[in-house]
């Protein structure tokens, strides 16, 4: 056996009436798609239930899977200690799910618990489960800062994982929608916020799962959501088939979108391979980039490519156009992987003696030595999209009003601490956050005073 289905739920603690107190009632309709999805589960009688929750332990690089033979929780944080559950754990899955991600080089384990309780993105399906259904162990797992791909790698183990242990298994996608559907809500609006909502009830009605990797991490952001990634893990787990999917419900009431859908698989169909697509198309794409792209970069990918198949260090090759070999200038090379971040290295100030020079150095740095990364593999080379940033001479400013995020970049500066942040970032709007982040990335206290420089850039692609 294996995924017997799924189901898209939120998890608003006001829904449980200990919690809401009468203040359940306005997303009535949301209560009563959830009541269908406890008598689904119920009538399916799954031997384990796999919870992905964003409110379980969560790490930028890594997928927490809770060890041990089981946990108890309440909902004690949201006044209704009377609340309570003891749930016992499928160790034996979670043993074959850790094998495989091993197996499969994805960072996923029961290492790194830092709470032991149950969450409420866990205890709210939970509660309407319980009281249909009493039967089958737990599995949790938390979602993770790493690409969407992963994740979805991560359900496609799942899957996998649940056949080799024999078991009848249900997933439920734990997560809200946007945070910020209304000015009277608790986060306030954005009009991303409506957008990601209706995308998002869109492509889960049509169990268009590959369309997940659409919305850029830019966009999730200002949604505020909180459930993408436990529904792309969802999605992995229905790789290569068929599903039949039903919109029970979608409210926004209280500001918070709330989606609930159900999921079945409906046979085999090799052209439901949507993360194979997905990467497919995205090498295609890196590599029309790279034959087009300026000297720049390619000399950068030369570079990335030298080292990270033959750990060879290249030399300034022929041909560059002058201005690469007579100028010195510092530099930052960026490299991403499926629409993420994958390495960025960079020196404020020339330290070469061409621009052609720190290029070559800055790319090695870039794909082995950024701390926020793993060292880039061979087979991740075909997906890499590289960006090389020629910097212009710094100059101090007496003030923030001197700036502007897509034009200028920003040095801020304490003693011998420096934090940088490169202009026309995405998701860096205000001058605001762009000094914040330099800050924070220089290690200076927001009690502590700091200096400011701007500069230009050149942005070769």
Not at 26 to 53: C, G, K, M
Not at 125 to 149: A, D, E, M
Request: charged fraction near 25%.
């Amino acid at each position: 056996m294996s995924v017997l289905a799924a189901f898209m739920v939120p998890h608003p603690p006001l829904i449980v009436p200990e919690v809401g107190k009468g203040g359940e009632a306005q997303i009535a309709d949301t209560t009563l798609a959830y009541e269908r999805v406890a008598d689904e589960v119920a009538a399916l009688e799954p031997e384990t239930i796999i919870v992905t929750s964003p409110h379980s332990v969560m790490y930028s690089d890594y997928f927490h899977i809770s060890p041990g033979s089981g946990a108890e929780g309440s909902l004690r944080q949201f006044r209704a200690p009377g609340v309570r559950f003891s749930e016992k754990y499928d160790t034996e899955l979670v043993k074959r799910i850790c094998e495989l991600a091993d197996a499969e080089n994805l960072p996923a384990g029961t290492l790194g618990e830092r709470d032991a309780d149950l969450d409420h993105g866990t205890m709210v399906p939970l509660w309407f489960i319980r009281n249909k259904y009493t039967g089958g162990k737990l599995v949790r797992i938390g979602l993770s800062g790493l690409p969407l791909s992963e994740h979805y790698r991560l359900g496609q183990i799942i899957a996998r994982a649940a056949g080799d242990c024999n078991r009848r298994a249900v997933i439920i996608a734990s997560g809200d929608l946007s945070h910020k559907l209304q000015p009277y809500g608790p986060y306030g609006y954005s009009p991303e916020g409506p957008e990601y909502d209706s995308r998002i009830m869109d492509v889960c009605g049509r169990a268009a799962f590959g369309e997940l990797f659409d919305f850029s991490e830019s966009f999730c952001d200002k949604a505020a959501e909180c459930g993408h990634r436990s529904f792309v893990i969802m999605a992995g787990a229905f790789d290569g088939l068929r599903v039949k999917a039903t919109v029970l419900s979608h409210q926004d009431v209280t500001g918070v979108g709330y989606g609930v859908c159900t999921f079945y698989p409906d046979g085999e169909d090799e052209g439901r391979r949507f993360l194979k697509a997905y990467q497919e198309k995205n090498e295609k794409e890196q590599l029309e980039k790279a034959e087009k792209s300026d000297a720049y970069v390619k000399l950068a990918r030369a570079s990335v490519e030298a080292w990270v198949r033959d750990r060879r260090r290249i030399p300034v090759p022929e041909g560059l156009p002058e201005e690469m070999l007579d100028r010195r200038a510092g530099t930052f090379v960026s490299l991403h992987r499926n629409g993420q971040l994958r390495g960025c290295i960079g020196t404020i100030m020339a330290t070469c003696g061409s621009v052609a020079e720190e290029i070559l150095q800055n790319a090695v740095s870039a794909c082995s030595r950024d701390p926020r990364f793993p060292p880039v593999a061979p087979d991740e080379l075909s997906g890499l999209e590289i960006s090389v940033d020629v910097l212009g001479d710094l100059e101090p400013i007496d003030s923030p009003d001197q700036l502007d995020v897509k034009r200028y970049g920003v040095v801020v500066s304490h003693g011998m601490k420096r934090g940088l942040l490169l202009p026309n970032l995405d998701g860096v709007d205000t001058v605001e956050d762009q000094i914040d982040i330099a800050r924070r990335k220089g290690g200076i206290r927001e009690s502590e005073p700091y200096t400011l420089e701007r500069f230009e850039v050149v942005r070769h692609y």
